[in-house]
């Protein structure tokens, strides 16, 4: 049954929201979207998550960015939109960008993980029930397997294609050799891939470094950043040390070996030219990222409603000058005198 509760807020579109064309397509992505890795899974509660979903839409985030395995626990994250879906987002189908994806561990056995044609096609089914809908609107190969033929798991991608599964196809962490080839195969067989999504942000350049930005601007491609925030470290909570009911106290994904006093002083100064601009440093870090002219829309996570609302910030955030971004470049390359 609809949720005769929710109605879209009639701003949505006038809000603020900022929307970049991917790649050469018809899609418009919000520069911010929601990605829904963490805290929505069967370990949060269903009414927090609704929250989160309803603000996002109101604010013009229509583009919600899931995978089979999100959770906890794997395939729950699905489950929770895809009740959603069927309760409250089912009248605004049409003006959502749903995205999922297929390739790490969700079940056991062989076929269970990584990106066989058996895996995918079983992926992509077994998404669709949990979410409640037809097809998505991009289904992403999440990352690429070196022990399956790229051909069979790129032809498994072009028929969920053909079959009205999903509209497009993507990429997700594959090195940059391999995703040259991806984008050839796929282009010869008329389902160009259309969006490249890389773990990107002001601590990690690597996707830069690797050419892989160019490459997907070449290719006709969006680019989709996701870990803006090095999943926590770029914000106020590690300036000083570990906080008992941080993430990575709580042994998440995010270990505190990451948090070395070399990357907590560097945090500690990127601190300062945020706060010289009047901004947190979450605000500062994805403010980087939304003007970076290759990269088409950020996916941020969130833990409750007011850091959704703390992280659409950074769309009205003032353009970086020179000096900021060279002091900024310096910090991170530890090359601050």
């Not at 969700?106 to 895996?119: D, E, L, V």
């Not at 990352?143 to 993507?170: C, F």
Request: aromatic share 10%; hydrophobic share 40%.
């Amino acid at each position: 049954m609809v949720d005769t509760l929710y109605s879209a807020s009639a701003e949505r579109y006038s809000c603020g929201m900022q929307y970049n064309r991917c790649g050469c397509s018809g899609i418009l992505l919000p520069k911010i979207s929601l990605g829904l890795w963490h805290n929505f899974g069967d370990v949060d509660t269903l009414s927090l998550s609704k929250k989160k979903l309803f603000y996002a839409f109101d604010h013009g985030i229509t583009h919600f960015d899931l995978a089979d395995n999100y959770g906890p626990s794997p395939g729950s994250a699905e489950e929770t939109f895809g009740a959603v879906m069927k309760s409250s987002f089912a009248p605004y189908r049409d003006e959502l960008f749903i995205s999922t994806k297929a390739g790490h561990d969700m079940w056991a056995g062989p076929y269970g993980t990584w990106g066989s044609r058996k895996h995918l096609m079983a992926g992509i089914d077994q998404s669709l029930r949990r979410m409640n809908v037809d097809y998505v609107d991009i289904f992403y190969s999440h990352r690429y397997d070196p022990e399956t033929p790229l051909e069979e798991t790129l032809q498994a991608l072009v028929d969920i294609v053909h079959q009205g599964k999903a509209l497009y196809v993507g990429l997700s962490k594959y090195p940059y050799d391999v995703a040259l080839s991806a984008y050839q195969y796929l282009k010869d067989q008329h389902v160009p891939c259309l969006i490249y999504q890389g773990r990107y942000n002001l601590l990690n350049r690597d996707p830069r470094k690797a050419g892989l930005l160019d490459l997907a601007k070449e290719q006709g491609a969006g680019f989709v950043a996701f870990s803006p925030l090095a999943q926590g470290l770029l914000s106020d909570r590690y300036l000083y040390g570990i906080p008992d009911d941080s993430r990575i106290a709580r042994g998440g994904y995010l270990k505190k070996e990451a948090l070395t006093e070399e990357v907590m002083g560097k945090l500690r100064e990127l601190d300062e030219v945020a706060l010289l601009r009047g901004q947190t440093l979450a605000e500062m870090a994805l403010a980087w990222l939304l003007q970076q002219q290759e990269v088409t829309s950020v996916i941020v996570g969130a833990s409750s409603v007011d850091q959704l609302a703390s992280n659409l910030k950074a769309l009205d955030s003032p353009e970086f000058d020179e000096a900021e971004l060279q002091r900024i470049d310096a910090i991170v390359n530890g090359k601050m005198e």
